[in-house]
């Protein structure tokens, strides 16, 4: 293998399979190279080459590489027949990063390399456009000046050194856009920009292009573990020895003038996934202008650049005059695009994110990636291509990201319930509702529970605060810009280019017309529709699409694990079948008891002073157990319902203030003191690790008796209508076969004479709770004895780490910070250590007992990385919040896949 | 295999090695059949039987068994010439229960089977002794009504209803003894036994004397299962699947006349293990008439009589009239019996304790069983045999039994704190002090939390009671009595045959001359005098003497485990030096932080708003804890002192009443609101699983390095007057190997400072306590960091059950009666669950850490069961209070004895 890998001229050195080696974009742009597609020639430095200088630092490198680059850089010169360094006929080159995943914005690009204070003479004469060539140069000694010297703000509120430099010559020129600089002003800001540097730097800005070229390779490669690139691979998770590639790329200019242009399209629609061609673009302007956002591109097609003129208010004649699409501007260019496009999503069999410039009409294609894209975008292009027989079911499985799921059943604004007038409008960038309060600077928004961050625009610098806020709202930029894309990568909210709005950083307000708002407002953003709202609205469900419901039948056939719900209460159930559960994996009988009769009786029952009076107080609570059964399994029907027994400390039951004791005495005709006493006595040290779960049916076999006897009669009720209903009683907290045993003979005695007093019969099967460390390690003993075992994680990660999930405040934040936990252990499950436990007690449950049925009801049924863990444990199913279900179905089925590739 | 086994006349079909089938009692006696000791013929129905019978029931055994046993019979009619049933020449039989481990007094006995109102008066004439045959016959009835036929007390104030018949007909009669019955009184008894029998249990005695046998049979193997045996086998630990042999002998009589005796012999003294012949006796009786402690017994040697005589303030004259010795009454009796019990300690190589009884001068010897003894006995005599070179030095340690170790290290009084009078005095029979409140039946025991059971004698159902009460003191009976035997294997203090007490059941009260006592006075017994003490009396330690130290440096050889102690003091420290402790295996540093000074300090730094204010009050502690540890290694000099870091919670340090928080708010001047403030945001719902162990030192690393600089600083100190000191630091609560590796870190890094600082050095080692579940679990990653692991019991127990230690109260005392668990799991580990995650701990840490120290340092580090399973798992110490050293090493040395067996 060489060191470079050189594309262009219809062929390549790598291609698409060399991801790993050449980074995606460097991979891409060799396979695009050779399917045909025009892209400017060039050569890629390997990610092995990126932690080989980060392991033997800049000499060894050089000593490694510089012939190799030499001669790549001949062979570019021999297709294009321009020189690099040569003043009469430049060739100048991108330098970009390029890791085998997207990192958008995270590392840094250098364009225009190669120019010098006499090359740029040369360019003005050869193009016979010296505004371009002075323009490029200004550009690139900006660009270089941040990215490879390392010039930085001197303080937050302003922009950078440069971007000073350049307002203040505006202002001192009274001119508006960076359009009005003509060469003579482009030459002077050169000049500032080079004195700057020596101010600041101590150097002066390198005349030599292999210099430039070598240092700026360098800087790409630092760029990689520059800190935001760190942080960002630790929110996606990407391991910092994959290293980043160089892209050294010979420029082409969108920026010669009007017959030049530069642009992102798309293959589809990237918010809603509709199958059609669109895309953004600038006239005369360089690739990083449409990025930055920070002027307002023009669209690509016909079409939609008529959709944006009537939703700005705009006539079609000031729509032709000022924002025209690409598609009457340039139609053969749009033609040449348009092929290219179906050339390459056929190629990739995936939604593809193109860069491409026009450089006096003749296009070429810079980049092409699998292009983002929103949630529900996501499922409608899997299964158009699916339909559309690009791709098979699995295919379609792997394509859905999971944690762009949620945002398909996040909240939206209830519409009949907006009562406020919209305050302003911007782009729809990203969708979903977003309500909080209103910050100015990323780093600021932990300051609130829920924060709306609102720039003029966001930067990479920003991400981790982005991470904490609801939703982005943004003065400048598009559907690509910066601000756009991060929403849309975590799912979150966006609304972008909402011009209306004036900020002032150092006032930490904004205005929109006469109204101010300062930091801490409430707003609410609709990302699906670009409405700005004042004040806090209210959100609803949004409605699961067919194609959705598609999806989630495609990964039910590839799932070998059954999705369960944890559902309490018939509403609950519904809402379980809604999401497509195939049962209720844990049905917790105690949130039954805090509804207002059944506390009652519950209460009676606690402060009972012997089995005679618990019975009587049981006996209250019966029926109302009975109808809480009869509902859930009216809605269940045939599917089974585990039913979890009695689970947490009595004392949970009583009130625990003063005012709330007495109360309840005067009640239930109890002395207060009495009810004190009980409290106290029930008081327990950790109540975690103390007097619950089978431990009270073990001392009050009565409770179990009655819950027994109220899920089998309400069984038999509703089996009366001819519904085969399927219960499943469950034993929890238990931690010896011993527990086990006496409690399933209490249940079975009481089926039994329940099925006789009723002079009838249902199908059930009893089970345990396997969330106490011991349990998991003497499975095989449990297993001997019952039917199923349901995976309690939260309390197994509780007694495995010795973590009281009540109490991990204190030092939980430090660990996370600290590197001692990797992520939150309640949250993912820990397989290196629980999830050892789990191994143990599913590998010795099945040795001895091969029918038994192994699901997890814990919190982690829900979360991706503990479902593909427990699929490779060989669980029969999971069990989650309803609203986790369709996650929980796709991440069923991605662990089948991933275990089978 | 005969389903009987027959000896006597020098030879016999068993032997002692047969002791599982035949019994103790039963090999025993086909033992000495052949080696020639006199034993009346007779043969032994196996333990297989008493098991078929409880599974197969009467017929079946019936059919079984019911033609050997008559030719068995034959055999013994054969060998004395007397005949079954024949009133002419009747031979007469005892039947006795005998398990294969010695269950005294538990099952029944019933003796002179075979007579009835015929063959009384052949047994009359033949003896030519109408009263010895009445009152055989009157003793037959009684103890046939009792045991075979179920007769039972009508209130338990009452005696037997035997017992009260013959008492009221004392009165009747106006006389004192059993023994001024003549032979119309004895006929006449005999009548009222017989009308009691039909009237209570509507049936007549039975005078087939092969129906006799049948029932008698059926009834001891019932015995097998009654209540007293089912409590003594749960106590001891027996199971019931052992079960119990029969014995059938032919009777002889020590009650035919003064020339007959009956009586009880040891080898060597069975209270302080001397090595001389002794015994008790008495004329003309039986034998339960000794061991019923009925009549108080003389002495078989002239010594011992003397020496009786001298206690009791007795005149030499008087005694000779009134008790003379076996060796006095009976010379050539005793000339025999000497050689017997010489040849039988010789055969058996331990201490005998011998029934016998003398028939008209003929010896016949009844049994022969290895002699309970109190602990210093045990020890005296397993050290004499050994230098006797009777037994091997494994042999010594075998015979220790560990639950007598601890009466050797109970406390005795203070004697020179005796501030009261002796109230009275009793025979010594069992050793030790006891402090209690009188109580006078024993299943009122539990009324007081230390009690002392006051009787007239004790019975086998009083078991229960006399395992709950601190000392027994009988006004009957001597050092064979029930209460002294039973007491001696329990290790309680008895005192026995205390005859000026007189007791009053119905009114709860005694008498001592003019003093009354009721319930719930308190008294003090001295088991090692017989002195009984008014109130409560001041206790010391007992000094170990030469012998048990000899025995402990025996098991020190023979373990391959060392012993350390648990101390958090210099005194802990000297104490556990004083014991053998071969280290400190926990120092807890928790401990000194509670003292005046330190808990001052350690309250600032608790309260201390930040890092600065942390240090600033740590900086207080360093000099007063490096003290603390200065006193330790010079106590402990070379030997490793394993030093775990700050444990507990920070709030256990606070004052928790409004009134201490006041005085602390005042003594370090803080508002008492802030004080109250700080403990309620450290308040935890589980603080057992909340921010302790090394997520203190985690959050707060200057707590860590202050510890640290304290115990190296301190070590050096020592180190510095030549001393080789060796500080272990242990980092408790590890679940993951990062959090022990930053502790190590911090560790390693301020020990290499402070050596740098003081320009010296010692050898140290740094490790983990393993008590979390998930460390046991990654154990393999843990060990590659770590010089050793300490198992921290408690901790690991709690977590891997999931039981709360201080919440167990409310469902543990449940969980024990439904054999739930067999044992509290905080007293002996559970080896199924927490020992299986000790296995793979110390498995997985010395697969990839051959030099992995690994020991145990939680309660259950003293407990013999633990300990025998710790060693099985390869452990290099255990670890524990300083008082159970001893204990300890013994059990060690047990532990891998029993290994090699």
Same mark, same amino acid.
């Given at each position: 293998?060489?060191?470079?890998?050189?594309?262009?001229?219809?062929?390549?050195?790598?291609?698409?399979?060399?991801?790993?080696?050449?980074?995606?974009?460097?991979?891409?742009?060799?396979?695009?190279?050779?399917?045909?597609?025009?892209?400017?020639?060039?050569?890629?430095?390997?990610?092995?080459?990126?932690?080989?200088?980060?392991?033997?630092?800049?000499?060894?490198?050089?000593?490694?590489?510089?012939?190799?680059?030499?001669? &790549?850089?001949?062979?570019?010169?021999?297709?294009?027949?321009?020189?690099?360094?040569?003043?009469?006929?430049?060739?100048?080159?991108?330098?970009?990063?390029?890791?085998?995943?997207?990192?958008?914005?995270?590392?840094?690009?250098?364009?225009?390399?190669?120019?010098?204070?006499? /090359?740029?003479? &040369?360019?003005?004469?050869?193009?016979?456009?010296? #505004?371009?060539?002075?323009?490029?140069?200004?550009?690139?000694?900006?660009?270089?000046?941040?990215?490879?010297?390392?010039?930085?703000?001197?303080?937050?509120?302003?922009?950078?050194?440069?971007?000073?430099?350049?307002?203040?010559?505006?202002?001192?020129?009274? /001119?508006?856009?960076?359009?009005?600089?003509?060469?003579?002003?482009?030459?002077?800001?050169?000049?500032?920009?080079?004195?700057? /540097?020596?101010?600041?730097?101590?150097?002066?800005?390198?005349?030599?292009? $292999?210099?430039?070229?070598?240092?700026?390779?360098?800087?790409?490669?630092?760029?990689?573990?520059?800190?935001?690139?760190?942080?960002?691979?630790?929110?996606?998770?990407?391991?910092?020895?994959?290293?980043?590639?160089?892209?050294?790329?010979?420029?082409?200019?969108?920026?010669?003038?009007?017959?030049?242009?530069?642009?992102?399209?798309?293959?589809?629609?990237?918010?809603?996934?509709?199958? $059609?061609?669109?895309?953004?673009?600038?006239?005369?302007?360089?690739?990083?202008?449409?990025?930055?956002?920070?002027?307002?591109?023009?669209?690509?097609?016909?079409?939609?650049?008529?959709?944006?003129?009537?939703?700005?208010?705009?006539?079609?004649?000031?729509?032709?005059?000022?924002?025209?699409?690409?598609?009457?501007?340039?139609?053969?260019?749009?033609?040449?695009?348009?092929?290219?496009?179906?050339?390459?999503?056929?190629? $990739?069999?995936?939604?593809?994110?193109?860069?491409?410039?026009?450089?006096?009409?003749?296009?070429?294609?810079?980049?092409?990636?699998?292009?983002?894209?929103?949630?529900?975008?996501?499922?409608?292009?899997?299964?158009?291509?699916?339909?559309?027989?690009?791709?098979?079911?699995?295919?379609?499985?792997?394509?859905?990201?999971?944690?762009?799921?949620?945002?398909?059943?996040?909240?939206?604004?209830?519409?009949?319930?907006?009562?406020?007038?919209?305050?302003?409008?911007?782009?729809?960038?990203?969708?979903?509702?977003?309500?909080?309060?209103?910050?100015?600077?990323?780093?600021?928004?932990?300051?609130?529970?829920?924060?709306?961050?609102?720039?003029?625009?966001?930067?990479?610098?920003?991400?981790?605060?982005?991470?904490?806020?609801?939703?982005?709202?943004?003065? #400048?930029?598009?559907?690509?810009?910066?601000?756009?894309?991060?929403?849309?990568?975590?799912?979150?909210?966006?609304?972008?280019?909402?011009?209306?709005?004036?900020?002032?950083?150092?006032?930490?307000?904004?205005?929109?017309?006469?109204?101010?708002?300062?930091?801490?407002?409430?707003?609410?953003?609709?990302?699906?529709?670009?409405?700005?709202?004042?004040?806090?609205?209210?959100?609803?469900?949004?409605?699961?699409?067919?194609?959705?419901?598609?999806?989630?039948?495609?990964?039910?056939?590839?799932?070998?694990?059954?999705?369960?719900?944890?559902?309490?209460?018939?509403?609950?159930?519904?809402?379980?079948?809604?999401?497509?559960?195939?049962?209720? &994996?844990?049905?917790?009988?105690?949130?039954?008891?805090?509804?207002?009769?059944?506390?009652?009786?519950?209460?009676?029952?606690?402060?009972?002073?012997?089995?005679?009076?618990?019975?009587?107080?049981?006996?209250?609570?019966?029926?109302?157990?009975?109808?809480?059964?009869?509902?859930?399994?009216?809605?269940?029907?045939?599917?089974?319902?585990?039913?979890?027994?009695?689970?947490?400390?009595?004392?949970?039951?009583?009130?625990?203030?003063?005012?709330?004791?007495?109360?309840?005495?005067?009640?239930?005709?109890?002395?207060?003191?009495?009810?004190?006493?009980?409290?106290?006595?029930?008081?327990?040290?950790?109540?975690?690790?103390?007097?619950?779960?089978?431990?009270?049916? /073990?001392?009050?076999?009565?409770?179990?008796?009655?819950?027994? #006897?109220?899920?089998?009669?309400?069984?038999?009720?509703?089996?009366?209508?001819?519904?085969?209903?399927?219960?499943?009683?469950?034993?929890?907290?238990?931690?010896?076969?011993?527990?086990?045993?006496?409690?399933?003979?209490?249940?079975?005695?009481?089926?039994?004479?329940?099925?006789?007093?009723?002079?009838?019969?249902? #199908?059930?099967?009893?089970?345990?709770?396997?969330?106490?460390?011991?349990?998991?390690?003497?499975?095989?003993?449990?297993?001997?004895?019952?039917?199923?075992?349901?995976?309690?994680?939260?309390?197994?990660?509780?007694?495995?780490?010795?973590?009281?999930?009540?109490?991990?405040?204190?030092?939980?934040?430090?660990?996370?910070?600290?590197?001692?936990?990797?992520?939150?252990?309640?949250?993912?499950?820990?397989?290196?250590?629980?999830?050892?436990?789990?191994?143990?007690?599913?590998?010795?449950?099945?040795?001895?007992?091969?029918?038994?049925?192994?699901?997890?009801?814990?919190?982690?049924?829900?979360?991706?990385?503990?479902?593909?863990?427990?699929?490779?444990?060989?669980?029969?199913?999971?069990?989650?919040?309803?609203?986790?279900?369709?996650?929980?179905?796709?991440?069923?089925?991605?662990?089948?896949?991933?275990?089978?590739?």
């Amino acid at each position: 293998m060489g060191k470079i890998y050189r594309f262009g001229n219809g062929k390549a050195d790598g291609g698409a399979e060399l991801k790993n080696l050449l980074g995606g974009k460097g991979a891409n742009l060799a396979e695009m190279a050779k399917i045909g597609v025009p892209v400017p020639p060039g050569f890629t430095l390997t990610t092995e080459m990126c932690n080989f200088y980060t392991e033997f630092g800049e000499e060894a490198l050089k000593d490694s590489i510089w012939n190799e680059i030499k001669d &790549g850089i001949s062979e570019v010169e021999d297709i294009l027949g321009k020189k690099f360094g040569d003043s009469k006929n430049p060739l100048l080159f991108s330098v970009r990063s390029g890791a085998r995943q997207s990192m958008p914005g995270m590392m840094d690009t250098v364009l225009n390399l190669g120019l010098n204070d006499e /090359i740029v003479e &040369g360019l003005a004469a050869i193009t016979n456009n010296p #505004r371009f060539a002075w323009d490029s140069y200004r550009r690139f000694i900006q660009m270089y000046g941040d990215v490879v010297l390392g010039m930085t703000p001197e303080s937050k509120e302003d922009l950078n050194p440069f971007e000073n430099i350049i307002d203040n010559y505006k202002k001192e020129l009274k /001119i508006k856009t960076d359009l009005d600089f003509d060469v003579q002003n482009l030459r002077i800001l050169v000049d500032r920009f080079k004195n700057i /540097i020596s101010e600041r730097m101590g150097i002066e800005f390198p005349q030599d292009p $292999y210099e430039q070229l070598w240092l700026a390779i360098l800087a790409v490669f630092r760029s990689w573990m520059n800190d935001r690139a760190i942080s960002y691979r630790a929110i996606e998770g990407i391991p910092s020895n994959w290293g980043t590639a160089v892209n050294i790329q010979s420029m082409v200019y969108g920026n010669t003038g009007s017959d030049s242009a530069t642009g992102v399209a798309f293959t589809r629609n990237a918010a809603t996934g509709e199958n $059609y061609f669109n895309g953004e673009f600038l006239i005369n302007a360089q690739g990083e202008d449409v990025v930055a956002g920070v002027r307002t591109p023009w669209q690509i097609t016909k079409k939609e650049s008529i959709e944006w003129a009537i939703r700005n208010n705009i006539s079609m004649e000031e729509r032709e005059r000022s924002q025209p699409s690409l598609e009457e501007l340039m139609p053969e260019v749009y033609k040449e695009l348009y092929k290219i496009q179906t050339i390459l999503e056929d190629h $990739y069999k995936d939604m593809q994110d193109m860069e491409f410039t026009v450089e006096n009409r003749k296009l070429w294609l810079l980049q092409t990636r699998t292009g983002k894209r929103t949630g529900m975008a996501m499922i409608k292009i899997a299964m158009d291509l699916y339909n559309e027989n690009m791709i098979n079911s699995e295919e379609v499985i792997k394509r859905i990201k999971l944690s762009k799921i949620d945002e398909l059943l996040h909240p939206v604004f209830d519409t009949e319930k907006i009562n406020v007038d919209v305050l302003t409008r911007g782009l729809p960038a990203a969708p979903g509702a977003a309500v909080g309060q209103v910050v100015f600077f990323a780093d600021e928004v932990e300051k609130y529970e829920k924060a709306i961050l609102v720039r003029l625009e966001t930067s990479p610098e920003d991400i981790n605060g982005m991470n904490l806020a609801q939703g982005f709202l943004t003065v #400048r930029g598009g559907m690509t810009s910066h601000a756009a894309v991060v929403a849309r990568g975590m799912g979150k909210c966006c609304i972008a280019g909402a011009g209306e709005i004036v900020i002032d950083y150092k006032k930490r307000i904004f205005r929109v017309k006469d109204k101010v708002f300062k930091e801490g407002d409430f707003l609410s953003l609709d990302g699906s529709t670009g409405m700005v709202y004042e004040g806090k609205l209210i959100t609803k469900a949004p409605k699961l699409d067919e194609n959705f419901h598609q999806i989630l039948e495609i990964a039910d056939k590839l799932a070998r694990m059954e999705v369960r719900a944890n559902a309490d209460t018939p509403k609950d159930a519904k809402k379980a079948i809604e999401f497509g559960a195939k049962g209720i &994996g844990l049905c917790r009988t105690e949130h039954m008891f805090f509804e207002d009769d059944k506390i009652k009786a519950m209460r009676e029952m606690i402060l009972a002073p012997d089995t005679g009076g618990r019975e009587k107080a049981l006996a209250k609570m019966l029926p109302l157990q009975r109808d809480d059964f009869i509902g859930i399994f009216e809605v269940m029907k045939e599917k089974p319902v585990t039913i979890r027994l009695l689970d947490p400390p009595l004392h949970e039951f009583l009130p625990h203030t003063v005012e709330k004791q007495e109360e309840l005495a005067h009640e239930i005709h109890v002395p207060a003191g009495k009810i004190r006493e009980a409290v106290e006595h029930l008081k327990e040290s950790n109540p975690m690790l103390g007097h619950r779960g089978c431990r009270l049916g /073990i001392t009050y076999p009565e409770i179990t008796v009655m819950q027994t #006897r109220a899920i089998i009669e309400a069984a038999l009720e509703v089996h009366s209508k001819g519904i085969d209903v399927y219960p499943e009683i469950m034993v929890p907290l238990v931690g010896k076969v011993e527990e086990y045993r006496l409690q399933k003979q209490l249940i079975l005695d009481t089926i039994t004479k329940v099925f006789e007093e009723k002079k009838n019969s249902v #199908r059930y099967k009893i089970g345990t709770m396997i969330e106490v460390p011991r349990a998991a390690l003497t499975a095989d003993k449990i297993a001997l004895e019952t039917e199923f075992f349901s995976f309690g994680t939260n309390d197994l990660t509780q007694m495995t780490f010795g973590y009281s999930r009540d109490d991990t405040g204190t030092f939980l934040p430090t660990y996370l910070k600290q590197q001692v936990l990797e992520v939150d252990p309640f949250k993912v499950i820990d397989t290196e250590g629980v999830g050892q436990l789990m191994d143990i007690a599913s590998t010795k449950g099945r040795s001895v007992n091969k029918d038994l049925e192994i699901g997890i009801c814990g919190e982690h049924g829900g979360e991706p990385h503990s479902i593909k863990f427990v699929n490779s444990l060989g669980f029969d199913y999971v069990s989650c919040s309803p609203y986790r279900v369709p996650v929980a179905r796709l991440a069923a089925a991605k662990a089948e896949i991933d275990k089978e590739n």
